[in-house]
């Protein structure tokens, strides 16, 4: 017979994966992760929504897309990442029915509102260098909110049923019961998440490095001459938007291969697992590092926004008066 100190024994060894090599490795992936993205992205926002950031010549549009970018990042480190740690760590439920819901929910809109927006942002990019005039009047301020509502809106649609289908199920052992948080499916879980992978990888993916390597192709591609018998203004004028529109280009591919090469490993695996009906066990102790890899893309989003300059030197400003203050207090 099982002693009450026994028992607790058996459901702390049961329970509690700290001591585990894989998890040990998981919780300084994520602390640094989360660190990382907290600071990074909470300074995107302050750097985007600062007066000087505001009078960027011709980016109002890609930076307003930003500023919604970076909330999305915020939201997965400051939900997602938390507690998906903590139940890698303690594998039993308790944060709640309403948690179980709104954490793998959270995920899914914040990914599909970041692959939609960078759709949007790649679109734009494209028009300001094929049709200037025509962008300014395509990408106005109540144009862009409406996009944003509308990217909102599809995202919350698509990923819905992760809503409804995640619940808390019970699991007896002998002794105890634990409650543990699963996507309960009847039947179409695979064709759902093949859906997802189509709609919110594979087509988006594949449509931002084409419309990038457009853009590429005409701001790399030439049409230097044009402007050989402008005066020296003129082409200073020029020479400055066009590095302004090379650099924001760079950043745009950089945040798409950064997004395909983050998620494509959770993808995979969640399919492969939904095709076998007994997953091998190395593939199921692989996939917490794949969502690790996953949820890590809204941390390194914020480095990629150095390729805007400007953007890059008011961080710095702000920086700067930001260890000022932390001295000045200390003196």
């Keep these: 017979q099982l002693t009450a100190s026994s028992c607790c024994d058996m459901e702390s060894m049961l329970l509690w994966t700290i001591h585990e090599p894989s998890t040990i490795a998981l919780t300084i992936m994520y602390s640094l992760s989360f660190l990382l993205g907290f600071i990074g992205n909470l300074m995107s926002l302050r750097v985007l929504t600062s007066r000087r950031s505001r009078r960027l010549a011709g980016v109002s549009a890609t930076r307003s897309l930003l ?11 400051c939900v997602c990442m938390p507690i998906t740690l903590g139940s890698q760590i303690y594998t039993a439920w308790v944060y709640g029915d309403l948690l179980c819901r709104a954490v793998p929910f959270t995920q899914a809109i914040s990914v599909s509102a970041s692959v939609l927006t960078l759709t ?33 809106t599809l995202s919350s649609i698509m990923c819905a049923p992760i809503a409804v289908m995640n619940r808390r199920r019970e699991i007896s052992f002998e002794t105890f019961t634990i409650l543990v948080c699963q996507e309960e499916w009847p039947q179409l879980r695979l064709k759902y998440n093949v859906l997802l992978f189509v709609m919110l990888y594979c087509l988006p993916v594949t449509f931002n490095l084409t419309i990038g390597f457009l853009t590429g192709r005409r701001l790399w591609g030439g049409r230097k001459s044009t402007f050989a018998d402008l005066d020296p203004r003129s082409q200073a004028l020029h020479s400055s938007r066009l590095k302004t529109r090379q650099k924001i280009a760079k950043m745009v591919v950089c945040l798409v291969l950064l997004f395909a090469v983050s998620w494509l490993p959770l993808y995979v695996a969640d399919l492969w697992i939904d095709c076998e009906q007994r997953p091998s066990s190395w593939l199921l ?47």
């Design 120 to 152: 949007v942002i790649s679109v734009n990019r494209y028009y300001s260098v094929r049709s200037p005039l025509r962008a300014r009047s395509m990408f106005t301020r109540r144009r862009i909110l409406a996009t944003v509502a509308v990217v909102w």
């Design 67 to 77: 500023v919604n970018l970076a909330v999305c990042d915020l939201a997965v480190v």
């Design 285 to 331: 102790q692989t996939r917490p590092f794949a969502q690790w890899l996953g949820l890590t893309n809204s941390s390194l989003n914020p480095i990629c926004y150095c390729f805007i300059g400007d953007l890059y030197r008011s961080a710095k400003v702000i920086r700067t008066r930001y260890y000022q203050k932390v001295a000045a207090f200390f003196i």
